[in-house]
């Protein structure tokens, strides 16, 4: 449905997907005003605590998400794999921000790829896998190691595998379980960043300042602003989340994860139609979070300020952090710096691996701010008891 009138506030979003990310977005549109509806298959969800309305119901209830469709006055999605017959069904009805195209390149790692590739954009080279002789085939072009990947749902380092000599060919195909899969060329890469930006539909464009990010066990660990990288460096990515956002013609919120190689270029990894783990600190340290920012563009407001207040660093809080605390972290003593924030998902059960919540910390400089913010984590977890 086409309309390019703004969407005030007072109006109601819908948003597709519960989790912690559509939490901090409805947060963020009540903050403006905005009525927020969200829609999942889960009860009881993050976003669904702070929303004005919870629907539960499958993706592809398509009679349900076109109701659903009725009582908002736009879409937006919180994560990228919501079917595609979904954001179709929605469209029939009201606004969808971003397109349900967006949704269709990025939620697959093949279709991405080769967008990415036809425009021009730095990625490494790759090839389908439909087939173990695909895999031998792809391996002989573009060298081993490599990386295998499921073509579809894939996040935090799910369904992907390093691929490290020709033995382990047949067992690495047959992990995939019979999903198109993805090969790609290892990236000899010194860090890997970020550019959270959003466009209106008028065009307007805004990137906030590149996030650079650790992992540990393939989930982000810590993310700091700004990344330690050449100020002509941080301006090519900039530009090269532009020139993808413009291709895709988004409206709303996009993600553009890079690789920085040892030589000096900037590779593109993957794109996120949504707000990112690696954006939360925007919330405390920037003058628009990236979930206002997302409000603002999907509703035709004039983008928000992307400026850093000051350098600042977040940490992610898995359920690892509950589990080794004995059940409750020591809220009290990470909170004893009055710099540090807490932020919290609303999950009942935590997990390892699972993201529970983040704290973010400011400071002069990125290393007092990246100090400051694993201090406070490690303080979470009580040192274990002397022996006698």
């Known amino acids: 449905m086409a309309d390019s009138s703004p969407i005030l506030p007072g109006a109601t979003i819908g948003i597709l997907g519960s ?86 390149v990025t939620q697959q790692r093949l279709r991405e790829k080769t967008f990415l590739r036809e425009g021009g954009f730095p990625v490494t080279p790759f090839r389908a896998i439909r087939s173990e002789e695909d895999l031998i085939q792809a391996t002989a072009a573009l060298g081993i190691p490599g990386v295998l990947k499921t073509a579809s749902f894939g996040y935090d380092g799910k369904g992907q595998q390093m691929i490290r000599s020709g033995d ?12 198109e899969g993805i090969y790609e060329a290892f990236v000899d890469f010194e860090k890997e960043v970020s550019v959270v930006a959003a466009r209106t539909l008028d065009g307007s464009f805004k990137a906030f300042p590149v996030f650079e990010n650790t992992h540990h066990h393939h989930i982000l660990d810590v993310t700091f602003a700004p990344a330690a990288i050449p100020g002509a460096l941080a301006r090519e990515a900039e530009e ?38 690696s954006g ?14 997302q409000v603002r563009a999907i509703c035709g407001l004039p983008l928000g300020s ?7 660093a977040m940490s992610n809080l898995l359920g ?24 919290l998902y609303g999950k009942a059960d935590p997990r390892r691996g699972r993201k529970m919540g983040h704290l973010t910390a400011t400071g002069e400089t990125v290393a007092s701010a990246v100090e400051r913010v694993r201090q406070a984590r490690a303080r979470l977890v009580p040192p274990p008891l002397k022996p006698f």
Request: proline fraction near 5%; charge should be negative.
């Open 19 to 104: 989790g912690q990310l559509g939490r901090m977005l409805a947060i963020a549109a009540r903050t403006l005003g905005y009525r927020v509806h969200v829609y999942s298959p889960d009860a009881d969800s993050p976003a669904g605590a702070v929303a004005d309305r919870e629907v539960v119901a499958s993706y592809l209830d398509l009679d349900q998400v076109r109701e659903f469709a009725r009582g908002v006055d736009v879409v937006t999605f919180e994560f990228e794999n919501v079917p595609s017959a979904t954001s179709v069904a929605a469209a029939e009805v009201t606004r969808v921000r971003p397109d349900g195209h967006v949704l269709h």
């Open 168 to 179: 382990a060919l047949p067992e690495a195909y047959a992990m995939l379980r019979g999903a």
């Open 240 to 277: 090269l989340a532009r020139g993808i956002l413009e291709a895709l013609k988004v409206v709303g919120l996009l993600t553009v994860e890079m690789f920085v190689t040892r030589d000096g270029r900037i590779v593109v990894n993957e794109l996120a139609p949504r707000t990112h783990n």
């Open 280 to 293: 939360h600190l925007t919330i405390d340290a920037c003058v628009t979070s990236q979930f206002e920012q």
């Open 306 to 312: 992307t400026e850093l207040r000051s350098p600042a």
């Open 320 to 343: 690892d952090v509950w589990i080794d605390a004995g059940g409750v972290p020591e809220w009290g003593a990470a909170l004893s710096d009055p710099g540090i924030r807490l932020h």
